[in-house]
């Protein structure tokens, strides 16, 4: 339960939240360890606090500047931004530079601390009877303080902890945008050769089915056509996919070529939309094709251009029963 202030002495600090006799202080309490959140949070909260927990400095500054905490608990040995850094930031924050941070720690300097902005330092393990009431005096406006050529000294110091820490950051950053470029280059080097391993027998499947299908190599029966109909369809949808990925692949290298030449774009349309028909026939879907009579001339790559379109109607024939396709002049 929440306790009245006044039955402790206390008066309430101006940036306290006010309930309508009682103002409930509300604690961030920036640590790694879940044993000494844990710890913390049974004592404060028996004291009439509300808690609020961080697990990293990075959540921790998020979190402060989400809720406008009254007071903020900080361990300086912390994962993400260090005790101090957190200090540093959340001391650069218009709506929190007036807010009490205290360093708990276990290690740390006092005068560090208090040099980058702590107004008290709480050494581990806490004092379980007192905790409470030591918070309460910062609440109040209490301020440990550390002389002014000291808090210089220690300021210098932690600046230089601080470059160190981020010259190594960006050499880790690096370090990692260089393995990942290794693995993106991996990546497509085996996509290539895979794409290129499928291509090379997919040819001859290609060929041969078509043959049959055309009844070149001798007539079908209405069951081996149907069959044979169904295996082309699914060649050629296998073989667009090879294809694409070798466009992804040529892609990414800087490798792909464009053939320019002129061509009719309905020519492209009937002939991808008749690939399909089959295919369509099987889902009892219908195509329509609707084009103006005249020609609709064009000069780019016709080729790449009919794998879009045959991509755009695979994709349709799996969700839809209509598809219309309209060329105009």
């Known amino acids: 339960m929440a306790r009245d202030r006044g039955s402790l002495g206390l008066q309430p600090a101006p940036y306290l939240r006010q309930g309508a006799n009682v103002a409930v202080p509300r604690v961030l309490h920036i640590e790694d360890d879940p ?44 994962p993400g931004l260090d005790g101090y850094e957190v200090t540093l930031r959340l001391r650069g924050d218009p709506g929190l530079r007036e807010v009490p941070i205290v ?17 008290g330092f709480v050494q581990k393990p806490i004092n379980v009877r007192t905790f409470a009431q030591t918070l309460e005096k910062f609440l109040r406006g209490g301020k440990e303080v550390v002389s002014a050529a000291k808090a210089d000294m220690h300021l210098r110091a932690q600046s230089q902890r601080i470059v160190a820490r981020l010259e190594a950051k960006v050499a880790e950053l690096s370090e990692a945008n260089d393995k990942l470029r290794e693995a993106e280059r991996a990546r497509t080097t085996f996509y290539r050769n895979v794409s290129h391993e499928l291509a090379t027998p997919m040819t001859p499947i290609v060929g041969y ?44 290298a800087g490798t792909m070529r464009f053939v320019h030449r002129d061509y009719d774009v309905r020519s492209v349309v009937e002939r991808e939309l008749g690939r ?19 020609k609709m001339p064009a000069w780019g790559d016709a080729e790449r251009l009919g794998r879009g379109i045959a991509q755009l109607i695979d994709n349709a024939l799996k969700s839809t029963f209509r598809i219309m396709a309209r060329g105009y002049p």
């Open 35 to 78: 044993a000494n959140r844990l710890l913390v949070r049974k004592i404060l909260v028996g004291a009439g606090f509300e808690v609020v927990d961080a697990a990293d400095g990075l959540e921790g500054v998020r979190i402060a500047r989400e809720i406008q905490p009254d007071l903020v608990l900080v361990d300086l040995n912390i």
């Open 276 to 294: 399909f028909q089959g295919l369509a026939a099987q889902g009892s879907v219908r195509l329509v094709f609707e084009c103006a009579e005249l």
């Open 209 to 252: 089915v078509r043959l049959l299908v055309d009844e070149e190599l001798g007539a079908l029966n209405p069951a081996q056509r149907k069959a044979l109909q169904a295996m082309d369809g699914c060649v050629q949808r296998l073989r667009a996919l090879i294809d694409n990925l070798l466009d992804v692949t040529g892609l990414e």
């Open 103 to 119: 360093a708990i720690t276990a290690e740390g300097d006092r005068s560090t601390s208090l040099a980058v902005g702590c107004d």
